[in-house]
């Protein structure tokens, strides 16, 4: 489904892991109240899941697992650990088998994972975990992660709007801006839904950064990256930005302040690129620090490119080099294979010196998916980071 692919390629891991953790966008501080209420979900059957010590393995795994009707394929797969030990997944546009009593597509899901068991989380009425707004406009996930609070994680999801236009077949479709969800996950719990609050107007305009593309918690602040390209760039890359706030104040972008290149200020058109668009990133991507450094993994160029790229920085706030070219990843027309959005997985099998990736993949030929939607799930792959 071209849909989920190609959106995304201008715009995304997959379906059951074992043992993951990334990085992204956040609420929620250390001394905050107890958990607020929230949304009744409840979880689908266990699908099994065996002991994965390899990439190797792990790539084994996804391939073979035929998984719940809840989950049938899905792309982004951004992931965070949660105090419990579990695994906690979001994925974009998400395929449900045909036995499922709800909806058989919805624009995002989440999945949860011991060593032994997955579970989608599921709403009261089978649909998105987070819901679509009353005038059809859906969430897209991008960035996730999580603050540890007694007894409970407090997880922010950052996502894109999207608005169907019923025109242009796989194209059909806006992105609106950014939004940040808020889940809070009890300990041995069902994750449940707080809230989802949108960020700015509805406006289709790329120049507008979308804020959230990447993100990372680091010494109290939540480093919020947007992604961003002039009108008429094709698909070329986007350009990358930083804002930063406090995890409280994620949703209040009265709070945020952005990067001038030497200051933080308080009008987000101060702030300065630090990756340009032409050679740029996709439009989601990840943001992570290892060993004192400070790294960018993306597919340079978007759908369209075949580099997956590291850019490295002394700091969040740059400036970004383009270090080196960890690995090829290019679509295939004579296949219609799309391969695309490689996000970072610093936390799963770590090695030092290196890191985990996985990158979406997808088929032009929508049918083909349909017939077996293992073919809409992540590759991964170690990539040596440099020094």
Not at 1 to 14: I, P, V
Not at 235 to 259: E, H, I, K, N
Not at 265 to 284: D, M
């Amino acid at each position: 489904m071209t849909w989920s692919a190609k959106r995304r390629a201008r715009t995304s891991l997959l379906a059951a892991l074992v043992a993951v953790a990334g990085s992204a966008a956040a609420c929620g501080s250390d001394n905050a109240d107890p958990a607020p209420q929230a949304a009744r979900d409840h979880l689908s059957s266990c699908f099994k899941v065996g002991h994965v010590d390899s990439i190797a393995g792990l790539n084994a795994f996804v391939s073979r697992l035929r998984g719940d009707p809840s989950f049938a394929g899905g792309d982004v797969g951004a992931s965070v650990d949660l105090q419990d030990r579990r695994q906690l997944f979001v994925f974009g546009d998400t395929l449900r088998g045909a036995s499922f009593p709800g909806q058989k597509f919805v624009r995002n899901s989440m999945l949860v994972f011991t060593q032994q068991c997955g579970w989608a989380v599921l709403p009261a009425d089978g649909g998105a975990v987070i819901p679509d707004r009353e005038d059809g406009v859906g969430y897209w996930p991008m960035s996730i992660a999580r603050v540890h609070r007694p007894g409970y994680d407090l997880v922010g999801v950052g996502c894109q709007r999207v608005r169907s236009t019923g025109e242009g077949g796989v194209f059909g479709f806006e992105i609106l801006g950014p939004a940040f969800a808020k889940f809070v996950i009890p300990t041995g719990g069902t994750p449940e839904l707080v809230s989802t609050t949108d960020i700015g107007p509805d406006l289709v305009d790329t120049r507008k950064p979308m804020w959230g593309a990447a993100a990372v918690v680091d010494h109290g602040w939540v480093y919020a990256y947007g992604t961003a390209r002039p009108p008429g760039a094709g698909l070329q890359g986007f350009s990358l930005q930083v804002a930063r706030t406090r995890p409280d104040s994620v949703t209040s972008p009265s709070t945020w302040r952005y990067w001038t290149g030497s200051a933080w200020s308080l009008h987000p058109g101060n702030a300065k690129v630090l990756i340009p668009s032409e050679g740029g990133v996709s439009q989601t991507l990840s943001v992570f620090q290892q060993g004192g450094r400070w790294y960018a993994v993306s597919k340079k160029d978007e759908v369209l490119g075949t580099d997956l790229t590291i850019w490295t920085a002394p700091a969040p706030t740059g400036p970004f080099t383009a270090a080196t070219t960890a690995a090829k990843i290019p679509s295939d027309a004579a296949t219609g294979t799309l391969r695309y959005m490689p996000l970072a997985h610093p936390d799963l099998l770590p090695e030092p010196g290196t890191v985990v990736v996985s990158y979406s993949r997808n088929n032009t030929d929508f049918s083909l998916v349909q017939q077996d939607p293992r073919r809409y799930r992540p590759r991964f792959l170690r990539i040596r980071l440099p020094r």
